[in-house]
């Protein structure tokens, strides 16, 4: 998504005038026990959850606000402070406010790169972590961590990062993910397919801020003065959050993503597909331990060198991509690197990626020498490459995912996918105790992301294989000129 900071966007009026009543579940914090605030940039906390923060601690809850990075880019064309200069302001710009929300809630800045958040994942996952295990969680249910963070969907890449750092955590601990818009108000509008609509098991939520949360949202909001009044009369100064953009947040609610808590709580109902264990909670992704353990016994535990089903499957995954050659390749779930051959060969560039260190050191074997092959152990979603992709491949690791991972997973292979790329998912159809999903529900979520058309499907009794472009895609025949 791509969109300025200038004014202009959508008015408020025209959110006011949606009519979204009927599709806006309201929230309630009796479940909640411990709050969890993660902001990509100072004021993200206090224009997306500053009313939620205030009522919890009026409630007195335990509140922890991330400051995943200190904003030091709102400015870069400014002729009178640096990015350092900005950093210290704003840093403390956001105590204030949080002190101004909440004046027992801890602050928690980890100083990571503005705009390059990405790269910093795991910094935020282990801060993330820490809190939501931090010794008093003891004391609740997982369900009564909140963790509140910038929504996945909102069109800047850092607030995209974080979010999905939080979806992971959420989704490996049990937390209660909730996720706020803040530049999609600007940049979307209410009939854009981009907001949930509860179809998918995910719902928005609002909550109501009485006087009391609302005056201390809006002194939280000013006291980040360099964001919302020009820091000079000079180009490059001009403010961040100008009055037609501040509007959004001076609502008497507050308008949260989430899906409905699994205990049916909120609504009485659990999410739509979304599987679980036999105590109801959802079930985990499973851990690098795992694979560590399953690799113990043997260099080549799938059989991929030796089984005619594997090379079977890859002679079929091969002939499915669309186009003879691929520029930049990325493949998730190398393992050994048997695929991996074969892809080097049609692609000028390949970084293939795998979270057990035993298969990479086979794989970097058989790859030695192979021009543009990177290897690299990379723990997913959370530990997501950078750049963009003309091919990916999702090698059968979707069902090794939580339902929230898996959801991370799909839209980052979406977000990396180039304008005119492919993704190529295949995964085994038959159940496997271990596995939190099975192959089938990996492909339904697949078809269910937004902007891509499924090119190619292939399903057997054993495995099925889908090819996914930004839409509308053109055909094989098509792109040799075959038919119009």
Same mark, same amino acid.
């Not at 607030?159 to 049990?174: L, P, Q, S, W």
């Not at 899906?259 to 009485?268: E, F, N, R, T, Y």
């Not at 895609?473 to 792109?479: D, G, L």
């Given at each position: 998504m ?7 966007g ?10 979204w009543?009927?599709?806006? /579940? ?11 605030? #993660? ?17 919890a601690?009026? !409630? ?5 606000v ?7 880019a ?10 350092? &200069?900005?950093?210290a ?5 956001m105590?204030?406010a ?10 928690? @800045?980890?100083? %990571? ?8 994942r795991?910094?935020l996952e282990?801060a993330v972590s820490?809190?939501?295990?931090a010794?008093?969680a ?5 369900r ?7 929504w ?5 890449? &850092? ?8 979806a992971?955590?959420?989704? /490996?601990?049990?937390?209660? !993910?909730?996720e ?21 098991g995910?719902? %928005?939520?609002?909550?109501?801020l ?15 003065t ?12 001009? *403010?961040?959050?100008q ?12 308008? +949260? ?23 109801g909670a959802p ?6 331990? +795992?694979?560590?353990?399953?690799y113990?016994?043997? *260099?080549?535990p799938?059989?991929?060198?030796? /089984? ?16 003879? =050659? ?33 298969? @990479?050191?086979?794989?970097? &074997?058989?790859?030695v ?5 990177? #290897?690299?152990? =990379? ?5 997501w ?12 690791i ?7 991972? @898996? ?8 977000q ?5 790329? *492919? ?8 159940? #496997?105790?271990e596995?939190p ?9 697949l ?9 190619v499907?292939? #399903? ?11 839409c ?8 040799e000129? %075959?038919?119009?």
């Amino acid at each position: 998504m791509s969109f300025t900071h200038d004014a202009g966007g959508t008015s408020e009026r025209l959110w006011d005038k949606a009519g979204w009543s009927d599709r806006i /579940r309201p929230l309630a914090l009796g479940d909640c026990a411990r709050l969890i605030v #993660v902001a990509a940039h100072p004021d993200d906390e206090s224009l997306g959850a500053g009313g939620l923060i205030a009522v919890a601690g009026q !409630l007195g809850m335990a509140i922890t606000v991330i400051l995943a990075t200190n904003g030091e880019a709102s400015h870069p064309r400014s002729p009178t402070l640096t990015p350092d &200069d900005l950093a210290a302001v704003r840093r403390v710009e956001m105590v204030n406010a949080v002190r101004a929300l909440a004046p027992a809630a801890t602050v928690r @800045l980890l100083d %990571l790169p503005d705009g390059d958040l990405s790269q910093h994942r795991n910094s935020l996952e282990e801060a993330v972590s820490q809190e939501v295990a931090a010794e008093e969680a003891g004391s609740w249910p997982a369900r009564a961590t909140w963790v509140v963070a910038p929504w996945r969907l909102d069109g800047h890449p &850092d607030h995209a990062a974080a979010g999905e750092v939080a979806a992971f955590v959420a989704g /490996r601990t049990g937390a209660r !993910l909730l996720e706020y818009p803040i530049w999609a108000w600007h940049w979307s509008a209410p009939e854009d397919p981009v907001w949930p609509t509860g179809d998918g098991g995910t719902e %928005l939520w609002s909550l109501d801020l009485d006087a009391a949360a609302r005056e201390r949202k809006n002194t939280a909001m000013a006291a980040h003065t360099s964001q919302v009044q020009p820091l000079s009369e000079r180009p490059g100064d001009e *403010a961040i959050v100008q009055p037609g953009f501040a509007a959004h947040f001076e609502r008497p609610y507050e308008v +949260f993503i989430g899906a409905v808590p699994l205990d049916g709580a909120a609504a009485g109902a659990e999410p739509a597909g979304a599987a679980t264990t036999g105590t109801g909670a959802p079930p985990a992704s499973l851990t690098a331990g +795992f694979f560590d353990e399953f690799y113990a016994g043997s *260099a080549d535990p799938w059989g991929f060198e030796t /089984r005619w089903y594997e090379a079977r499957k890859r002679a079929v995954t091969l002939a499915a991509l669309p186009l003879p =050659r691929y520029g930049a390749a990325l493949e998730l779930g190398c393992s050994i690197g048997v695929l991996s051959r074969d892809l080097a060969d049609r692609c000028d560039t390949l970084l293939a990626t795998d979270i057990n260190a035993q298969a @990479l050191a086979v794989a970097r &074997d058989r790859l030695v020498g192979l021009p543009g092959v990177v #290897v690299e152990r =990379r723990a997913l979603p959370a530990e997501w490459p950078a750049g963009t992709f003309d091919l990916v491949v999702l090698s059968e690791i979707g069902y090794y995912c939580s339902p929230a991972d @898996l959801a991370v997973l799909l839209e980052r292979c979406r977000q990396s996918l180039r304008p005119n790329g *492919a993704l190529v998912a295949c995964h085994w159809r038959h159940p #496997v105790g271990e596995y939190p999903l099975g192959g089938d529900e990996v492909h339904a979520a697949l078809a269910a992301l937004p902007g891509l058309d499924r090119t190619v499907q292939h #399903v057997e009794r054993d495995f099925v294989l889908e090819v996914y472009e930004p839409c509308p895609a053109p055909s094989v025949a098509q792109r040799e000129g %075959l038919v119009p």
